[in-house]
């Protein structure tokens, strides 16, 4: 059984970034002893829809928030998705990069956003989108399939990872109040239909023209809902019996009958 930590950060504008960091990564420091495993929303340390941070707070891999969240995963023994950042490479290129930390302080794997959200604003002009589909093996959550915000509406993404033996999915968030519900139902839906764990982290809080939602999420492969926040900033947790997923595949075999 593991023990997972959602951490749902209120990202109002009226927190600089860098007060944001330090109290966060506090926060995260707090979980050590209570879980196995922490998870952070998207893009936190400036908000989701912070668009003119992105430049001026995109950093590289190996730049200081990178470094820093992986200390304190060294330093507290905890596994530790990162929720995502404004990566910089290629010559100046942004991504919305998240990460997934070892507890040794290592990086295990690197994921750019794919889908990115605006409708020709925002992040979709302002970011470059990445190409590869990631699941990680070997994390306290099983073999887990990594994805952002907006990429919870193509659950060609999900089944993809399904297919490549995905027995969680995490993702971190930045999803807006006025479509809460279309949160809610589709990580439900992304969680019955690939009969996989659904680990769900999303942001509060004012955040340039929107109200970030809350609701964090636990679904289980059966499509229960384990633990869900509200729409301040808390932790929330939820215990995670990662064979499950293999238990209900072989007890409602749905995924064999597939055409397409």
Not at 12 to 23: A, G, M, T, Y
Not at 151 to 164: T, W
Not at 193 to 206: D, K, P, R, Y
Request: charged letters at 25%; one cysteine or more.
């Amino acid at each position: 059984m593991t023990r997972v930590a959602l951490i749902q950060v209120d990202v109002s504008d009226s927190e600089s970034p860098e007060v944001r960091v330090k109290r966060v990564l506090d926060l995260v420091r707090d979980q050590e002893g209570k879980c196995d495993f922490v998870v952070l929303p998207e893009l936190w340390n400036v908000g989701a829809f912070n668009n003119e941070a992105l430049r001026p707070y995109a950093e590289t891999r190996d730049g200081a928030l990178v470094t820093a969240m992986c200390d304190v995963a060294r330093e507290t023994g905890l596994w530790l998705h990162g929720g995502s950042f404004v990566e910089l490479h290629d010559g100046g290129k942004l991504s919305n990069t998240s990460l997934l930390i070892r507890p040794d302080g290592t990086v295990a794997t690197f994921y750019r956003k794919i889908h990115l959200f605006g409708f020709d604003t925002g992040e979709a002009i302002m970011l470059d989108r990445g190409n590869d589909i990631i699941v990680e093996d070997a994390t306290p959550v099983g073999r887990a399939g990594i994805a952002t915000c907006y990429d919870l509406r193509f659950p060609e993404l999900f089944r993809a990872q399904c297919a490549d033996g995905a027995q969680s999915f995490v993702l971190c968030s930045g999803w807006p109040i006025p479509r809460i519900n279309h949160w809610r139902v589709l990580i439900q839906a992304r969680a019955i239909e690939n009969q996989a764990w659904f680990i769900a982290c999303n942001e509060v809080g004012q955040n340039g023209d929107y109200t970030l939602g809350g609701h964090s999420m636990v679904v289980n492969p059966k499509g229960d809902i384990i633990v869900e926040a509200g729409t301040s900033e808390e932790i929330v947790y939820a215990d995670i019996d990662v064979d499950l997923a293999d238990q209900w595949r072989k007890d409602f075999p749905i995924l064999r009958d597939r055409v397409l």
